[in-house]
């Protein structure tokens, strides 16, 4: 989906989630962000976590990586393209580390907006994460 990062020539590692796993996450995380039609400064510090490592990965500006991902997110019609890259990317574990990094971004400000919660379950149903299992990373997350 996000191949335009990719340095010719390089490799990406297997044991490490590539950037482009990074990137889908943090495109839906800034959609959990925006869904209450204010990204705080909480919300947006947690997101950075997770852009600077994707700009340590690809070796652009962190401004340069969100603009990216503002960009992917105003053009999205649905998540379906980025259910597919999930599913057929994501082993479980990386798919419950997604959640939770959503979660975070949800509570960042804290407050759960209804529509945060309603989406995150929603991806979580899409990438076949079971309700028991939502619901444990969003205590995490709250706690």
């Known amino acids: 989906m996000f191949s335009f990062f990719k340095k010719t020539g390089q490799k990406i590692k ?3 989630p590539s950037f482009e796993i990074e990137l889908t996450a943090s495109v ?3 959609e959990i962000a925006r869904i209450d039609g204010n990204i705080s400064s909480d919300e947006l510090n947690i997101l950075m976590e997770e852009i600077k490592v994707i700009s340590r990965k690809v ?3 962190e401004s340069e990586i969100l603009k990216i991902i503002e960009i992917y997110s105003k053009d999205s019609v649905s998540f379906y393209e980025f259910v597919d890259d999930i599913n057929k990317n994501y082993s479980k574990s990386e798919k419950l580390s997604l ?3 959503m979660w975070r971004i949800a509570y960042a400000d804290g407050n759960l ?3 945060e919660e309603k989406l995150i379950r929603r991806l979580a149903v899409m990438i ?3 309700d028991i ?3 444990k990373l ?3 997350a709250r706690n």
Do not use: R
Request: hydrophobic content about 40%; glycine content about 4%; aromatic content about 8%.
């Open 113 to 115: 907006d209804v529509d």
């Open 138 to 140: 969003k205590d995490i």
């Open 128 to 130: 076949k994460i079971k």
């Open 14 to 16: 297997k044991e490490e």
């Open 133 to 135: 299992e939502v619901l």
């Open 28 to 30: 839906l995380a800034y």
């Open 59 to 61: 070796g652009k500006k």
């Open 99 to 101: 959640l939770e990094f």
